[in-house]
């Protein structure tokens, strides 16, 4: 039911952009690139680029969608095992414009992702001998899968020209695992 729902939602907005005139709207539909820092949990760091492209729905609303490839790191339990999530992704966004100027707009809403995953973690099994020590060792663990979520976002975009924009995009994800990403991107109107 929930993914009926995205749909509908999705098929709206894309219906809505598709009878609204760009000639009355001076920021138009853009392509959007960019690199972000993520947070996977304590002691898994690593980046994300993507691909987006965002377009009005009306005056107060903006529509977008993209790809995104997620590759973090990092050794947060034991030095002897590497864990990693590699995870690539599809996004769906609709954000509401509290603020907006001739040269920069603020956005705030949430989107959807279809994330497919390989992750590796590592979790401490406890084995107890009677009258010897307890050895603690780290199986590995790989997994990989496909999940969706929901995200919050919040954007900050300044327009150089009328054709040319960059801004900041701070994101909060909940799909494989929840994971924070910031950073900035460049857009070009089309």
Aim: with cysteine; glycine share 8%.
């Amino acid at each position: 039911m929930k993914t009926f729902f995205l749909f509908v939602m999705m098929a709206a907005a894309v219906s809505a952009h598709a009878q609204y005139n760009d000639a009355d709207n001076i920021n138009g539909g853009n392509l959007r690139a960019g690199v972000a820092y993520v947070h996977d949990f304590p002691g898994v760091r690593g980046t994300a680029v993507y691909a987006q492209y965002s377009f009005p729905l009306n005056d107060w609303l903006q529509g977008g969608f993209g790809v995104k490839h997620i590759s973090t790191s990092g050794y947060p339990r034991t030095s002897t095992v590497r864990e990693y999530t590699k995870a690539n992704a599809i996004d769906f966004e609709l954000l509401f414009v509290p603020l907006r100027t001739e040269n920069a707009s603020l956005r705030l809403g949430l989107g959807y992702t279809f994330s497919f995953y390989n992750i590796r973690r590592s979790y401490p099994l406890y084995a107890t001998h009677s009258g010897l020590a307890t050895d603690v060792t780290y199986p590995i663990a790989d997994s990989k899968g496909k999940v969706h979520g929901t995200s919050i976002i919040a954007e900050y975009e300044y327009y150089f020209s009328n054709n040319f924009s960059a801004g900041v995009k701070v994101q909060v994800c909940k799909a494989y695992d929840s994971i924070v990403m910031g950073g900035p991107f460049v857009a070009i109107k089309l």
